[in-house]
């Protein structure tokens, strides 16, 4: 795995690690922390040194998706028995587990305040997630597909997700996430 610097097209770190998952890497939304799957384990990482900070046990039985609250501090994992893991990134030890969705989970986004977590899954809702309990706050639907990608803008107001739509043809919805409507149509 390389890590590049954008700016300057400058290689900054090379990991070559033998149980390095191909594929499966996350950076957290301040660029501090990079996490890594290997195996069934996640190494979450200093970017600048490299140097493993805690690693996380995968739940079982994989990983499909993470996200990284932007505080660097509570990470979501996205397990394959469609349930949701939230870990502290200082003990490494997981603290909430919340289920609803029905089939897999391929996106997960925090508020900007860190406060909610908005998941996307495959059984075509967005659910939104009360971070220090795990309890469901709402269930968003609309799409005609599988929901793969959600993220909140910077003021926390609006969500935007996509899911492959009817026909495979991709569907983009802009939802307020103060409520279960909406704000465009497909």
Known sequence: ??????????LLQQLAESDLAAGYAW???????????????????DLASCRVLVRLTVPPPGLHSLAFCWRGKICAMASGDYSIVLA????GQATVRMHGHRK???????????????SASWDTTVKLWHVATGQELLT??????RVDFVTFSPDGRMLVSRSEGRDSQG?????DARDNEPRSQP
């Open 88 to 91: 502290h990134l200082e003990s």
């Open 27 to 45: 950076l957290s939304p301040h660029s501090r922390l990079l996490a890594t799957l290997h195996g069934q384990s996640l190494h979450v990482r």
């Open 1 to 10: 795995m390389r890590l590049w610097d954008t700016r300057t097209g400058e």
């Open 140 to 145: 968003l639907e609309g799409h005609r597909g």
């Open 104 to 118: 897999a989970i391929y996106g997960l986004a925090f508020s900007p305040d860190g406060k909610t977590l908005a």
């Open 171 to 175: 569907e983009v919805l802009l939802w």
